[in-house]
C-alpha cells in the first residue's frame, strides 16, 4: 500500500479519492454535510499566491485501487504553526492500517511546512459509544481541546414564531438597524466587515485550542466570495448598525447549489460593547426570513457551537435548533528541536 497526493485535475483519480473519502465521512452518522466533488476540486484549486489556507487530499492506495483518503490543510496568512487534517476509511476496511498509513503521510507533510500544532476533529454521535478514532488519536498524543455540537434546524418554523421572536428582539435593540445583502459585501461595509470575519476567530469559544485570530483584509473577503461564487453557493448576510453607523455584529446563512435541501449557519458575532440587546436573535430572525424569501425550498438548518457558549446556545434553543452529534476537536503539539 502506497499513500499518494491526488492532482484534482485528474478526472478518474479524484473521483475515486472522493467516492472512498465520503463513503468514510458518512458511515454510520446522521444527515452528514460534505462539500460536494466539484466543491472540493474548486477549494484545492484556489490561486496558491493569493489562498487563505492550503489545500490538498491524498488517496491510499493498495492494488491498484483507492481504500481511503485523506483532506490536509493549513493556514497561510495567520496561524502559520498549525495544520489540519482529515483521515476517512470506509467501515469494511478499517482495522487494516489503512488509517495508520494516511496519518503519517498527512503528519509528516505538514511538519515539511513547520507546522507543530495538529489538528483534526471526530464526529461523537450523542450518547452513542466512544468512537474508535478516539482511541487511534489519543494513543498518538492527541488531547481534545474543544467539543462542537451539531444542532438542526427544521423548516418552515411554526407559524408566527419568528414573528414572536422578532418582537421580542427588536423591543431590546430599538437603537441598532439592521441590514442585509445576498451575495457579496457591500463596498461601503466591506472593511468593517473583515474586522468582524476577523475578531470571529478569536472571540468564539476554542476551549483550550491553540488557534489564535485570523487575518482578514478586503482582498480574503472578496477571495473568499470569489470561490463562493465558483461553487454555486449563496450567502445571506445580515449586520446589526449601531446609532454611529459601525457595525455592531453579523451573523450569516450559507446556501449550497445542491445540498438536499439543507442551509448552513455560518459566522455569528455581536461585538462586546454591543451585546445584552438581544441582537444575536435579532439577525438570525431576520437572516431566516429573508433565506425563506430567498429559497422556500430548504427544510434545515444546520450549525456548530462550542458546548460552553452559552448565549449562543440559548439563542439557537430559542430558534429551536435539536442537538444533532458531537464534534470533538483534538490537538496534537509536535517536539521541536
Given at each position: 500500500?502506497?499513500?499518494?497526493?491526488?492532482?484534482?485535475?485528474?478526472?478518474?483519480?479524484?473521483?475515486?479519492?472522493?467516492?472512498?473519502?465520503?463513503?468514510?465521512?458518512?458511515?454510520?452518522?446522521?444527515?452528514?454535510?460534505?462539500?460536494?466533488?466539484?466543491?472540493?476540486?474548486?477549494?484545492?484549486?484556489?490561486?496558491?499566491?493569493?489562498?487563505?489556507?492550503?489545500?490538498?487530499?491524498?488517496?491510499?492506495?493498495?492494488?491498484?485501487?483507492?481504500?481511503?483518503?485523506?483532506?490536509?490543510?493549513?493556514?497561510?496568512?495567520?496561524?502559520?504553526?498549525?495544520?489540519?487534517?482529515l483521515l476517512a476509511v470506509p467501515a469494511p476496511l478499517r482495522g487494516q492500517g489503512i488509517g495508520a498509513a494516511l496519518y503519517d503521510h498527512a503528519i509528516a507533510r505538514l511538519a515539511e511546512r513547520g507546522?507543530?500544532?495538529?489538528?483534526?476533529?471526530?464526529?461523537?454521535?450523542?450518547?452513542?459509544?466512544?468512537?474508535?478514532?478516539?482511541?487511534?488519536?489519543?494513543?498518538?498524543?492527541?488531547?481534545?481541546?474543544?467539543?462542537?455540537?451539531?444542532?438542526?434546524?427544521?423548516?418552515?418554523?411554526?407559524?408566527?414564531?419568528?414573528?414572536?421572536?422578532?418582537?421580542?428582539?427588536?423591543?431590546?435593540?430599538?437603537?441598532?438597524?439592521?441590514?442585509?445583502?445576498?451575495?457579496?459585501?457591500?463596498?461601503?461595509?466591506?472593511?468593517?466587515?473583515?474586522?468582524?470575519?476577523?475578531?470571529?476567530?478569536?472571540?468564539?469559544?476554542?476551549?483550550?485550542?491553540?488557534?489564535?485570530?485570523?487575518?482578514?483584509?478586503?482582498?480574503?473577503?472578496?477571495?473568499?466570495?470569489?470561490?463562493?461564487?465558483?461553487?454555486?453557493?449563496?450567502?445571506?448576510?445580515?449586520?446589526?448598525?449601531?446609532?454611529?453607523?459601525?457595525?455592531?455584529?453579523?451573523?450569516?446563512?450559507?446556501?449550497?447549489?445542491?445540498?438536499?435541501?439543507?442551509?448552513?449557519?455560518?459566522?455569528?458575532?455581536?461585538?462586546?460593547?454591543?451585546?445584552?440587546?438581544r441582537l444575536g436573535l435579532l439577525l438570525k430572525v431576520i437572516n431566516l426570513r429573508r433565506l425563506i424569501e430567498e429559497d422556500p425550498s430548504r427544510t434545515r438548518v444546520q450549525t456548530w457551537n462550542a458546548v460552553q457558549n452559552g448565549p449562543m446556545n440559548s439563542v439557537n434553543n430559542e430558534l429551536g435548533f435539536r442537538s444533532v452529534e458531537e464534534?470533538?476537536?483534538?490537538?496534537?503539539?509536535?517536539?521541536?528541536?
Amino acid at each position: 500500500m502506497q499513500v499518494i497526493l491526488v492532482d484534482p485535475t485528474d478526472d478518474t483519480m479524484f473521483a475515486s479519492w472522493y467516492r472512498v473519502y465520503a463513503a468514510g465521512v458518512t458511515h454510520d452518522r446522521v444527515d452528514v454535510p460534505l462539500y460536494s466533488m466539484d466543491e472540493f476540486r474548486l477549494m484545492l484549486s484556489e490561486d496558491p499566491k493569493t489562498r487563505p489556507w492550503g489545500r490538498e487530499v491524498a488517496a491510499a492506495v493498495r492494488d491498484d485501487e483507492v481504500v481511503g483518503g485523506s483532506f490536509i490543510d493549513w493556514p497561510e496568512r495567520d496561524n502559520l504553526n498549525h495544520g489540519e487534517f482529515l483521515l476517512a476509511v470506509p467501515a469494511p476496511l478499517r482495522g487494516q492500517g489503512i488509517g495508520a498509513a494516511l496519518y503519517d503521510h498527512a503528519i509528516a507533510r505538514l511538519a515539511e511546512r513547520g507546522r507543530t500544532t495538529l489538528a483534526t476533529s471526530v464526529d461523537q454521535p450523542i450518547d452513542g459509544p466512544e468512537q474508535p478514532a478516539v482511541g487511534f488519536l489519543t494513543r498518538r498524543g492527541f488531547s481534545r481541546v474543544n467539543i462542537e455540537m451539531r444542532r438542526a434546524l427544521d423548516l418552515p418554523l411554526p407559524e408566527g414564531r419568528l414573528d414572536e421572536l422578532h418582537e421580542k428582539a427588536a423591543r431590546a435593540s430599538s437603537e441598532y438597524r439592521s441590514l442585509t445583502w445576498v451575495g457579496h459585501c457591500p463596498d461601503e461595509y466591506a472593511e468593517q466587515y473583515t474586522r468582524l470575519k476577523s475578531l470571529l476567530s478569536s472571540q468564539a469559544p476554542l476551549g483550550e485550542s491553540g488557534y489564535q485570530q485570523e487575518v482578514w483584509d478586503l482582498d480574503r473577503l472578496r477571495g473568499e466570495e470569489k470561490l463562493l461564487d465558483q461553487q454555486g453557493r449563496t450567502p445571506i448576510t445580515t449586520v446589526a448598525i449601531a446609532p454611529d453607523g459601525s457595525l455592531a455584529g453579523h451573523t450569516q446563512l450559507m446556501i449550497p447549489k445542491d445540498d438536499d435541501g439543507r442551509v448552513f449557519q455560518w459566522d455569528t458575532l455581536i461585538l462586546p460593547e454591543h451585546r445584552g440587546h438581544r441582537l444575536g436573535l435579532l439577525l438570525k430572525v431576520i437572516n431566516l426570513r429573508r433565506l425563506i424569501e430567498e429559497d422556500p425550498s430548504r427544510t434545515r438548518v444546520q450549525t456548530w457551537n462550542a458546548v460552553q457558549n452559552g448565549p449562543m446556545n440559548s439563542v439557537n434553543n430559542e430558534l429551536g435548533f435539536r442537538s444533532v452529534e458531537e464534534s470533538q476537536e483534538w490537538e496534537r503539539h509536535l517536539v521541536t528541536t
